[in-house]
């Protein structure tokens, strides 16, 4: 199968070109980039902006000056390098990140950024132009260790603000402090922009949950990111003493939240999202009082906003029947992805002979930041065990060379779609 271009030139024939490619190579990448930041027994320590992110961040930049890209580090630290198209259009850009949480796994954002660097090793292989400028991004700081992450992306957009920066950091100070620490000009961030018009983002991700691996199925697709919405709920009962209030005249505050929480699990399940309660407070939180009042947050997390309205309405209704009351807290949108993306991934997959599955995506990246700017798809390789966010994630070495050259195939197809 072949990839269509729009004025007649010879199209790139996607199999015969992802045949070249050098999965070994990309093995090789990942094993000399996890060992930057590697600590025996600890994980991944590659904090945003540490010294083992900056030397990993330089690492990258070679790695791309070395295979002929123009190559820089913008005012966020996000590593860029560039290939000239063919054709006076908008960048196709790719790529992903390389900060990890403290003691993450080696695959998480770095199988994206290395699968990039293996596309256009590639391409410049078999001395291939696409019509497109190319541009592969290493973005910085996407993980939660900043006040404002993904940090990168996010300024990359054009979406930074002063506020956003002014809260903490992993490093127990204020994420600008850590910033300028490191040479970095919040001004500069804060004003950046994109280089060039951007066409289209496409982010190689791990999938950092179990569907694919159980499935067997070796790409996934994601439809979007998932909204988050949280609640505070609040349970007013009366303390009293726990030896000598009889039991039918206790109003138990954490008796009272006990049905809400199982309701929250029901009311997900049934609406196939997810829903979890993942903080309570009791008080007065001692073993001889009887809980008089209880706070609890909850979170919900679908694709649909039509679905995530419905369960909000079953909580309301499940808290006052509880006794409580709900509270709306945070909100995110869901981010959907563009579904003519999504289908040249599929037409891509399916010339290599690759199976996939259409899924949302639980977590947040930085392609949701891109979405503010240009269309943009995901792609997703298998996590073993659905392990993620620790030192034993791990994606198949097969796996992790289907997904690049998923990757590639992705990009030859968007390349050529005459719209784009
Ligand atoms: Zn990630």
């Not at 996890?34 to 010294?51: E, F, V």
């Not at 959907?336 to 947040?364: F, N, Q, V, Y």
Request: proline fraction near 6%.
């Amino acid at each position: 199968m072949s990839a269509q271009c729009s004025e007649g030139l010879p199209a790139i024939d996607v199999r015969s070109l992802v045949a070249s490619f050098d999965g070994e190579q990309l093995l090789a990448d990942l094993d000399a980039l996890g060992a930057i930041g590697w600590k025996p027994g600890a994980g991944l320590q590659r904090l945003a902006y540490g010294d083992a992110d900056l030397e990993a961040r330089r690492w990258v930049l070679t790695q791309m000056q070395a295979l002929g890209m123009q190559a820089w580090i913008d005012p966020a630290g996000n590593v860029i390098g560039h290939l000239p198209g063919s054709e006076p259009l908008p960048a196709l850009a790719i790529g992903s990140h390389t900060d990890s949480v403290p003691g993450g796994g080696k695959f998480d954002g770095a199988l994206g950024v290395l699968a990039g660097l293996a596309c256009v090793r590639t391409l410049r292989s078999q001395d291939v132009q696409l019509r497109h400028p190319l541009l592969l991004i290493d973005f910085a700081a996407e993980e939660a260790t900043t006040s404002a992450s993904p940090t990168g992306s996010l300024s990359f957009v054009g979406g930074l603000t002063q506020t956003a920066l002014d809260g903490p950091s992993w490093d127990g100070r204020s994420t600008v402090a850590l910033l300028t620490d490191h040479g970095f000009n919040i001004a500069a961030m804060i004003a950046n922009r994109p280089p060039m018009p951007i066409a289209a983002f496409l982010e190689l991700h791990i999938e950092q949950g179990d569907r694919l691996a159980s499935a067997g199925v070796p790409i996934g697709i994601v439809e979007g990111i998932v909204g988050i919405r949280r609640y505070y709920v609040h349970f007013q009962g009366q303390a009293n003493h726990a030896g000598t209030t009889d039991m039918k005249r206790r109003r138990d505050a954490l008796v009272m939240a006990a049905p809400f929480i199982l309701a929250v699990r029901e009311a997900a399940m049934t609406h196939g999202i997810v829903g979890t309660v993942g903080r309570i407070e009791v008080h007065p939180n001692t073993p001889n009082v009887i809980p008089g009042r209880v706070m609890l947050d909850v979170e919900i997390r679908g694709l649909d906003d039509a679905v995530l309205d419905r369960v909000e309405a079953i909580l309301a209704v499940e808290a006052a029947r509880c006794g409580g009351t709900l509270h709306p807290g945070h909100r995110k949108e869901p981010v959907l992805a563009d579904p003519k993306l999504m289908e040249a991934i599929e037409r891509g997959c399916e010339a290599l002979g690759l199976r996939t599955m259409r899924m949302p995506s639980g977590a947040g990246h930085d392609a949701m930041n891109l979405a503010a700017i240009c269309p943009y798809a995901m792609l997703f390789a298998p996590s073993e065990q659905g392990v993620s966010h620790a030192p034993d994630e791990w994606t198949q070495p097969h796996d992790c060379i289907n997904a690049a050259r998923a990757l590639l195939a992705a990009v030859l197809e968007v390349d050529a779609m005459p719209d784009v």
